[in-house]
């Protein structure tokens, strides 16, 4: 499901249930400094100071890149081969002008894909024609296995449509109450409408002159988080548009699941994309729109991974010495295996060594597609970093695509079947103790290898923004900013050894914390969520890296700075 994409539903949470606020750079912070963050900023100061290393080419597979940002518009990657808008594939690459990127979720008329189907839908779609109508005492004991299969999906995706339709009612009902509590606190500040922030005072009420009400006491309670999140907002009216503007997205996000998520009827590839969608070996479709519609998650992610350092604008990137490219495959539902797969590819030919995947669901149409392209990126030595997820679940028990586990073919005897170049990241929260993991990251002693800051990440958003945003989808490319530093200064080392690296260099936690996804109802030790039963670590990981020998023979030059 959406559960990887930073959605209004997380955005909702974290405006009306997070009243803690972390420092913008708590992520490049270090224990020493009150923040279990990736120690960058110790890493720089007394490992890489000036230093020079090897450009490292990240892709980041997301939603788009807004790729003229002021803070990364210098770091955003340019193909060398390619000369912009002259129509022409100049480096025959199969893409025609495709100077930062490509654009998989877009169609020849430049069109893109907005709202997008979930994979279950479209798995329900495609067996609905079958047997939607039959009759399971006529059926063959491989039909009843798929029929059954059928029922499942049938169920969720009705299932889902009824509680997008409750969502919207409440989402109104609640609008509706919190506003005619604002009109009522708005009536009793009257000339003194620029004195809101006196709901901050530790009894509003009495200093309202304002009877509590049930509708009072939740637009007083609304009012508060808004107000903590913003200095701006100096009277009622902007609390209200502020309530408006985020509940509107609410709306917008339930009614997307109506009429796109969960529509069986729904197919952007024949209305938008028009390529093939049966031919998963397919490789050339879409256009190089590389932002899209909306940019916003992907451009938060590339600023974590490498928004310039230094220039004391907005947020620093964790890796300096970066290029940013931006293949878009994530539109706002579940991404399609053929485009992940054809995505990877791309990055993997255009130069890429570190690919970032904030992006997964529940279920999988074709996960060979995916395998083989994963396969392909270990083959050319890139190193792919992915989401654990935003459900709270354990990875080890239920099922996350796209994953490690490539299947058998290809390899013998009994060799594990899981992709070496593959990094799997849970969040972490910037709080101590037992609230240090983000309840709502996936975890799992198998299959996620590490935690990373994913709570509250402030980084670059479209048209020269910054904004906080959290997710395992911002775990992702701060674990991604750390390895492009090491790929940077110790170029020598395969993308095998670099995840290596990261494993053996986290920092150990004994904690015992809150289990995620119970919401405090369960403590569990730290160790137990994760292979490495740590958090990661560039200040560790640069030490580890310099007594690491390198496998790949490289020009001595690119070892200056190592």
């Given amino acids: 499901m959406k559960s990887f994409l930073f959605s209004a539903c997380l955005l909702f949470t974290f405006l009306f249930g997070n009243a803690q606020t972390a420092p913008k750079n708590w992520y490049h912070l270090d224990a020493s400094e009150g923040y279990n963050g990736t120690s960058a900023t110790k890493a720089y100061k007394e490992i890489i100071k000036e230093k020079i290393g090897k450009p490292v080419v990240v892709a980041i597979i997301d939603s788009g890149i807004d790729i003229e940002h002021e803070d990364l518009k210098a770091n955003i990657w340019k193909n060398p081969g390619e000369i912009a808008g002259n129509g022409i594939d100049d480096d025959k690459n199969g893409y025609i002008d495709d100077i930062?990127?490509?654009?998989?979720?877009?169609?020849?008329?430049?069109?893109?894909?907005?709202?997008?189907?979930?994979?279950?839908?479209?798995?329900?779609?495609?067996?609905?024609?079958?047997?939607?109508?039959?009759d399971p005492e006529k059926l063959s004991k491989s039909q009843k296995a798929e029929y059954d299969q059928f029922l499942t999906y049938k169920s969720k995706v009705e299932a889902e449509r009824e509680k997008a339709k409750s969502d919207l009612e409440q989402i109104s009902a609640f609008e509706?109450?919190?506003?005619?509590?604002?009109?009522?606190?708005?009536?009793?500040?009257?000339?003194?409408?620029?004195?809101?922030?006196?709901?901050?005072?530790?009894?509003?009420?009495?200093?309202?002159?304002?009877?509590?009400?049930?509708?009072?006491?939740?637009?007083?309670?609304?009012?508060?988080?808004?107000?903590k999140q913003s200095d701006e907002i100096t009277n009622v009216s902007q609390l209200k548009e502020s309530l408006i503007s985020i509940l509107n997205d609410e709306k917008t996000d339930s009614q997307n699941k109506l009429d796109y998520a969960y529509n069986p009827d729904y197919d952007s590839r024949k209305l938008i994309v028009k390529d093939n969608y049966a031919d998963s070996n397919e490789r050339f479709y879409g256009n190089n729109d590389v932002e899209g519609p909306d940019a916003l998650h992907g451009t938060h992610v590339a600023g974590i991974v490498g928004a310039v350092v230094g220039n004391e604008?907005?947020?620093?990137?964790?890796?300096?010495?970066?290029?940013?490219?931006?293949?878009?495959?994530?539109?706002?539902?579940?991404?399609?295996?053929?485009?992940?797969?054809?995505?990877?590819?791309?990055?993997?030919?255009?130069?890429?060594?570190?690919?970032?995947?904030?992006?997964?669901?529940?279920?999988?149409?074709d996960k060979k597609a995916v395998d083989e392209a994963v396969k392909y990126a270990a083959k050319h030595d890139v190193l792919l970093v992915h989401a654990a997820g935003n459900s709270g679940q354990n990875n080890d028990k239920t099922d996350n695509f796209p994953n490690d586990f490539i299947g058998k073919h290809g390899f013998i005897f009994k060799k594990k079947c899981h992709a070496d170049n593959w990094l799997e990241v849970g969040a972490l929260s910037f709080k101590p103790g037992e609230d240090m993991v983000a309840g709502f990251s996936n975890y799992g002693k198998e299959n996620v290898d590490l935690f990373s800051p994913g709570v509250q990440i402030y980084a670059t958003t479209p048209n020269d923004q910054y904004?906080?945003?959290?997710?395992?989808?911002?775990?992702?490319?701060?674990?991604?900013?750390?390895?492009?530093?090491?790929?940077?200064?110790?170029?020598?080392?395969?993308?095998?050894?670099v995840k290596e690296v990261l494993m053996k260099s986290v920092k150990p936690i004994g904690?015992?914390?809150?289990?995620?996804?119970?919401?405090?109802?369960?403590?569990?030790?730290?160790?137990?969520l994760s292979v490495s039963g740590g958090t990661i670590n560039l200040y560790n990981a640069l030490q580890l890296a310099a007594k690491t020998k390198g496998k790949k023979k490289i020009k001595e030059e690119l070892q200056k700075g190592a």
């Fill in 467 to 497: 904004q906080y945003l959290q997710g395992t989808s911002m775990a992702a490319p701060a674990a991604a900013g750390v390895a492009a530093v090491i790929r940077s200064y110790y170029p020598a080392l395969t993308a095998e050894q």
């Fill in 511 to 528: 904690d015992v914390v809150k289990k995620p996804g119970t919401k405090g109802a369960e403590k569990v030790a730290f160790s137990e």
């Fill in 176 to 227: 509706s109450q919190v506003l005619k509590g604002m009109n009522s606190i708005e009536f009793a500040l009257g000339e003194r409408k620029n004195e809101v922030r006196v709901l901050l005072s530790d009894d509003p009420y009495k200093g309202l002159n304002l009877n509590e009400t049930p509708e009072i006491a939740m637009a007083v309670n609304v009012a508060k988080q808004i107000l």
């Fill in 100 to 134: 930062h990127g490509w654009n998989f979720i877009g169609g020849p008329n430049g069109k893109n894909v907005g709202p997008e189907t979930y994979e279950v839908t479209r798995l329900y779609a495609a067996m609905k024609y079958k047997y939607e109508n039959a």
């Fill in 313 to 365: 604008i907005g947020s620093d990137g964790i890796a300096r010495n970066v290029k940013l490219m931006s293949v878009r495959a994530v539109p706002d539902g579940d991404e399609r295996d053929k485009d992940v797969a054809n995505a990877i590819r791309y990055a993997v030919d255009n130069g890429a060594t570190i690919i970032n995947m904030s992006f997964g669901k529940g279920y999988s149409w």
